[in-house]
């Protein structure tokens, strides 16, 4: 309950020490001293609406200056925002005016000063000033500092009462010795009282004051002393229940850390796992690859075997004349097109193609044409690209080698590729 009580409480202490200090910087100021501060607020006011126009100075940074308590500040804050000629044409001419602190003259005197501040800032060939958004609001400023100025109550003093004159002018001669002495001492007695009443006046705000500030003193020390009571009793209460609630916090981020750790380490085997299985798979395309390259070799060699068994022994073999081929390109992607060899080479013509006998399957290598080569070698990524296996890439002016044949297999009107065949640059 006390600290639901303890915010509204401190709200209203801060209420009352505002209308203190209020009061008190209001009675303490003289009407002189409020003048020459509204002087200098309105020379401000001037100056941070000359800031933004930034038509004419555009290189202001800073449109305010919050800072500002003196002539020399605003000074230095023309000099850093570069407002060029304010402070010769404007800031001089309105600090060297002078304005009237008397009650009777204050006001008019502090109007006239803002007007002439006025038309310094918005001369014949400045009147667009008068069109920017915050000549508006710099024209209210103004009026609300001369608004703000209080001037202090006046004592008035009682006219000197004629009755005595009447009482003169009506009693006879001798009697007017004996009325004399009756109508000095009741127009002393008339000036007293004023004066007692002005000397009591005088003080009363500053004994109003003096009371509210003991009271908050002593309302602040009650405030303390419940602040301290219930500090005390969050200590006792602190230590009788916070250990339990330590042990327990500490538990729960070692679990969390040991969570955290256990994430990192699923994580890895998670990798490792991926990493092994690609790597599984691709070692399966090998070998499938390999399987796929020893039957077709098998198939070969039993086709082989079988030509040179049927072969009478006594008949020479006939030499078989190789069927030769060219291609200029894979044109096929993954092989050559039957269609698109040729049977002659020509200086682009980069792949030599030796069929065999039985028509289905082929070996393929790089021509030895260096023109040819030459050309290849122009778009190596286009041409080898997924014809050829190479570990490196081909310098300038280099030729090319064919380490290994690649072999191809007849499928419809395609030569697909089976081996790519490996070659070097030298």
């Not at 599984?280 to 390999?290: M, S, T």
């Amino acid at each position: 309950m006390q600290k639901a009580n303890k915010l509204p409480l401190r709200k209203f202490l801060f209420f009352v020490c505002c209308l203190l200090l209020n009061f008190l910087t209001v009675h303490a100021q003289s009407l002189k001293e409020q003048t020459e501060d509204a002087k200098f607020q309105i020379i401000k006011a001037t100056i941070e609406f000359l800031s933004t126009d930034k038509e004419t100075f555009k290189e202001v940074k800073e449109e305010n200056c919050p800072n500002c308590k003196n002539i020399d500040d605003l000074k230095s804050y023309i000099s850093t925002n570069k407002i060029t000629g304010a402070e010769q044409k404007v800031l001089e001419p309105l600090n060297s005016t002078g304005i009237d602190t008397s009650p009777d003259n204050w006001k008019s005197s502090l109007t006239s000063f803002a007007k002439k501040a006025d038309e310094l800032i918005t001369p014949p060939n400045k009147e667009k000033r008068k069109e920017l958004a915050g000549y508006k609001t710099y024209k209210n400023s103004v009026s609300k500092i001369i608004d703000n100025v209080k001037q202090p109550a006046a004592t008035e003093k009682k006219p000197p009462s004629d009755s005595g004159v009447a009482v003169k002018d009506q009693t006879p001669q001798p009697s007017v010795s004996s009325k004399v002495p009756s109508t000095e001492t009741k127009s002393e007695n008339t000036v007293e009282p004023d004066a007692f009443s002005s000397g009591w006046l005088k003080w009363l705000p500053w004994g109003i004051s003096i009371v509210l500030l003991i009271l908050l003193i002593a309302v602040f020390a009650k405030i303390k002393k419940v602040e301290n009571n219930e500090k005390k009793l969050e200590e006792k209460y602190y230590n009788d229940y916070s250990s339990p609630v330590s042990v327990t916090s500490q538990k729960i981020s070692s679990l969390q850390k040991e969570l955290k750790d256990a994430e990192v380490k699923i994580k890895d085997l998670e990798a490792d796992i991926k990493f092994e299985k690609e790597k599984f798979d691709r070692l399966n395309k090998e070998i499938k690859a390999v399987a796929a390259d020893t039957n077709d070799f098998t198939k070969t060699s039993q086709m082989k075997s079988a030509e040179l068994v049927n072969k009478p022994v006594t008949k020479p073999a006939k030499e078989t004349v190789k069927n030769i081929k060219y291609a200029r390109y894979a044109d096929a992607g993954d092989g050559f097109s039957d269609a698109e060899l040729l049977d002659t080479p020509d200086n682009k013509t980069i792949f030599e193609l030796t069929i065999s006998p039985n028509n289905k399957s082929a070996e393929f290598k790089i021509t030895d044409n260096n023109i040819a080569q030459h050309y290849a070698l122009s778009n190596t990524q286009y041409f080898l690209g997924k014809t050829c296996q190479y570990d490196s890439f081909p310098s300038e002016n280099a030729s090319i080698q064919t380490d290994t044949p690649g072999t191809l297999e007849l499928n419809g009107a395609v030569w697909k590729i089976r081996i790519s065949a490996k070659i070097s640059f030298i």
